[in-house]
């Protein structure tokens, strides 16, 4: 079977290793991994990749600049970003000039192996399989979140447990998204039900109110597994949002 030729940008050597050796453990992808901006240069002049997942925090050549270089040199790679939190402005610089997705360390592996699926033009040859990886994540991560709404008290035909549910698969595919929540997330939530950002908000706020009102609470702290709240608490959406994914992302989406 064909896979998608992945290139790993990190100078990090130790970090660069272990996130190709992961990746390729997905059977999936090969993994061909470089420690600095201008090695990433070079290989993307001299052979063809799927995708780029790119450190964007190097000393002396960063990823900006192998953004900027590749565009100039008319190159095209699919790009994931990659750094510790930044603000909102480097994000935006790093999208104008061409990377296709942006994601904050730590990495989910199993967050980053998706969106590298969704990224790639998957061949013929390897559709079945990345469907198939595809399917089995989002599954798993789609039965945690049910069962964690449904203990808590959310209804499932509320427009606010969809919303929820695409809001906490956002923050576990990139935590830092949390930190922009009205800039980011509520938008990029929107975007897919094809609504707006401001009924996302509501729809969630009342998602939550729902919960709270039917005094579930020890059902929540049970679930989180310390006490978090009391009966005359309610979490911000944000709070709420955060706390979910974190327990994923602790436990684990397999």
């Known amino acids: ?11 990090n050597v130790a970090y660069c290793e272990e996130l190709k050796q992961k990746l390729q453990e997905t059977d999936l992808f090969a993994v061909v991994g470089v420690y600095d901006g201008l090695s990433a240069i070079r ?15 190097m000393p002396a050549f960063d990823g900006l600049d192998v953004l900027s270089t590749l565009a100039d040199k008319k190159i095209t790679v699919k790009t994931i970003a990659v750094s510790l939190p930044v603000g909102d402005e480097y994000i935006s610089r790093a999208l104008a000039l061409g990377a296709r997705y942006y994601m904050t360390k730590p990495l989910s592996v199993k967050a980053l192996a998706q969106r590298l699926v ?3 033009q998957v061949a013929a040859d390897q ?21 964690i709404f449904i203990t808590v008290g959310i209804p499932a035909h509320i427009k606010g447990y969809h919303y929820l549910r695409e809001a906490v698969k956002l923050t576990v595919e990139n935590p830092d998204v949390i930190n922009s929540i ?3 997330l509520y938008p990029a939530v929107a975007a897919r039900f094809s609504t707006s950002p401001s009924k996302v908000e509501r729809a969630i706020r009342h998602a939550i109110e729902v919960a709270w009102n039917k005094g579930k609470i020890e059902n929540v702290n049970h679930i989180f597994g310390i006490k978090v709240y009391n009966a005359n608490e309610k979490p911000t959406n944000g709070e709420f949002i955060a706390l979910v994914a974190d327990k994923l992302l602790i436990e684990g989406i397999a």
């Open 43 to 57: 290989e993307c002049e001299q052979n063809a990749y799927d995708a780029m997942v790119l450190d964007m925090m």
């Open 182 to 184: 009205t800039k980011r």
């Open 1 to 11: 079977m064909k896979k998608a030729k992945v290139l790993v940008v990190d100078d």
């Open 118 to 120: 969704d990224t790639v």
């Open 127 to 147: 559709t079945e399989a990345a469907v198939a990886y595809r399917a089995r994540t989002n599954r798993n991560l789609d039965e945690k979140l049910s069962n």
